[in-house]
């Protein structure tokens, strides 16, 4: 550009190297606009990649949510059991306790 700029404040440069700037500049300028639909193009897809992860996101979270509230209600469960056999070696070992005492 700084060329065709140049040659052209320059009223000493032959036409023959205006016309092969001004070509060079026409290729240029195809290369640039094909390089420019490639990318919107790529911004295209990318676009739609996220918009499908955000989509399976989306369906995907009401089975995370019920796998959580499943583990949550596991944990309890397990807990609950946990506490159960505890209170039941502390009445059993009462009981053991009160049958010594009996004897």
Known sequence: LSRVHEALRSHSTPSSELRSLLHSLAIAHGALLKQQRRMEGERSDVAAEILD????????????????REQAVEAAAAKAREAAVEQSRVLVAKAEADVLRAV
């Open 53 to 68: 992860l955000t989509r399976s996101l989306m369906l995907e979270a009401p089975r995370m949510q019920r796998l959580q």
